[in-house]
């Protein structure tokens, strides 16, 4: 019989092997899920024996892992600024990266527009709009995908985190017109497809082959989301308006060009932990008509 504390240390191991960087989270996570608990639980319980279910389960997910797919997919759930949220192969798997748009949005709104309406689109999983609506919560929030079932996984992850008065969600084509009656908002936000289609056989295998190819792929040069969205969404945005974008490596400086070029009054970068610009904040005019 194995202790819980074996099977983490087994499955750890040969996670190294395959070159894994982080193998000591991800081999607890794969035991916890095995096992029904939580990481907290797995951790308290680490001198307890396990079961042969349990290590058929866990082993059954490591070879799984060992094959590529990501962790988050194989427990279907992942922690995104500090948040639990439910992932499926539908969405995107939440980055750290992304975590600089909430900080972004809360140093401009906090203090200023706390009450703030918020349109999230290419909203995925809805990641962002969750944690904005749990860091501020006097925010109201519109989540769009043009995709049904990352609308549902969004949707879950508003009712797992108690928002649902706050955050609704719609289907919708961030490349076409807004719908009619979708109102005025304070503030876009937006982290959309931005991999050029060549770029993408080049990617990790973890993210080539397992989550989805729409929510990478950005147009011949990983731009068509952001001139689609700055064409037909600014004008949801209300005078003084503020609109931000994750942005791909090397990418912020065309975007702040675009958004200038469009008629913002102004427009910046935030960078993310690397020292990458990441998010492009435009600005509207406080006189610009609606």
């Given at each position: 019989m194995k202790t819980y504390n074996d099977l983490t240390l087994t499955i750890r191991k040969e996670l190294i092997a395959q070159g894994v960087e982080s193998a000591q989270l991800e081999s607890r996570l794969l035991v916890a899920h095995a096992a029904g608990k939580t990481v907290p639980e797995l951790l308290r319980d680490m001198n307890l024996y396990t079961t042969d279910a349990i290590v058929d389960k866990a082993m059954s997910y490591l070879q799984r892992r060992t094959e590529g797919e990501p962790v988050a997919y194989i427990t279907g759930s992942w922690e995104f600024y500090g948040i639990p949220l439910a992932v499926t192969p539908d969405v995107l798997i939440p980055r750290m990266d992304t975590e600089v748009m909430i900080d972004a949005v809360k140093e401009l709104l906090v203090g200023r527009k706390m009450d703030a309406r918020i349109?999230?689109?290419?909203?995925?999983?809805?990641?962002?709009?969750?944690?904005?609506?749990?860091?501020?919560?006097?925010?109201?929030?519109?989540?769009?995908?043009?995709?049904?079932?990352?609308?549902?996984?969004?949707?879950?992850?508003?009712?797992?985190?108690?928002?649902?008065?706050?955050?609704?969600?719609?289907?919708?084509?961030?490349?076409?017109?807004?719908?009619?009656?979708?109102?005025?908002?304070?503030?876009?936000?937006?982290?959309?497809?931005?991999?050029?289609?060549?770029?993408?056989?080049?990617?990790d295998p973890s993210v080539r082959d397992h989550e989805p190819f729409w929510a990478l792929d950005g147009g011949e040069d990983g731009l068509k989301f952001y001139k689609g969205i700055i064409k037909h969404w600014r004008t949801v945005l209300r005078p003084g308006g503020l609109i931000f974008f994750e942005v791909g490596e090397n990418q912020a400086e065309t975007v702040t060009d675009m958004l200038l070029r469009a008629g913002f009054a102004e427009a910046e970068c935030r960078e993310d932990s690397a020292g990458i610009p990441r998010v492009v904040i435009g600005r509207t005019s406080e006189n610009e008509s609606v």
């Open positions: 349109l999230d689109l290419c909203c995925g999983s809805g990641c962002i709009a969750c944690a904005l609506a749990k860091e501020m919560p006097a925010t109201r929030l519109v989540c769009v995908d043009i995709s049904a079932s990352a609308l549902q996984v969004c949707r879950l992850n508003i009712d797992r985190n108690h928002l649902e008065s706050r955050v609704l969600c719609m289907q919708a084509d961030a490349l076409s017109s807004p719908p009619l009656g979708i109102g005025l908002f304070d503030v876009i936000v937006s982290n959309p497809p931005y991999i050029a289609t060549e770029e993408i056989d080049t990617l």
